[in-house]
Nanobody, 116 residues
Framework: QVQLVESGGGLVQAGGSLRLSCTAS????????MGWYRQAPGKQRELVAD???????NYADSVKGRFTISRDNAKNTVYLQMNRLKPEDTAVYYC??????????WGQGTQVTVSS
């Protein structure tokens, strides 16, 4: 059974930083696409960043230069370092793993709230 567990969310002032973590179990971690998504109230879930390897990453335009996605395959963990946070970054953040068969697995989400 595949499980993804996120942590690291919280309340932070604008301009501050947070680091999210997502640890996977029940599946071979390396080689799978790992992504961070977010969903704000009343909005659709959107891609924030994803990675196949630490040298192959992709970011939404709204977070480029502020967020960094990285993975540690030895720990089965993907991270999202979020710097210079803005109130519009407020959302529930989810991690997702896509395996080689195209199956998607989601974590339970972690709340990030940025106050102005």
């Amino acid at each position: 059974q595949v499980q993804l567990v996120e942590s690291g969310g919280g309340l932070v002032q604008a301009g501050g930083s947070l680091r999210l973590s997502c640890t996977a179990s029940g599946i071979i971690f390396s080689g799978n696409v790992m992504g961070w998504y977010r969903q704000a109230p009343g909005k659709q879930r959107e891609l924030v960043a994803d990675t196949i390897t630490n040298l192959r990453t992709n970011y939404a335009d709204s977070v480029k230069g502020r967020f960094t996605i990285s993975r540690d395959n030895a720990k089965n963990t993907v991270y999202l370092q979020m710097n210079r946070l803005k109130p519009e970054d407020t959302a529930v953040y989810y991690c997702k793993l896509r395996d080689g068969g195209g199956n998607d697995y989601w974590g339970q989400g972690t709340q990030v709230t940025v106050s102005s």
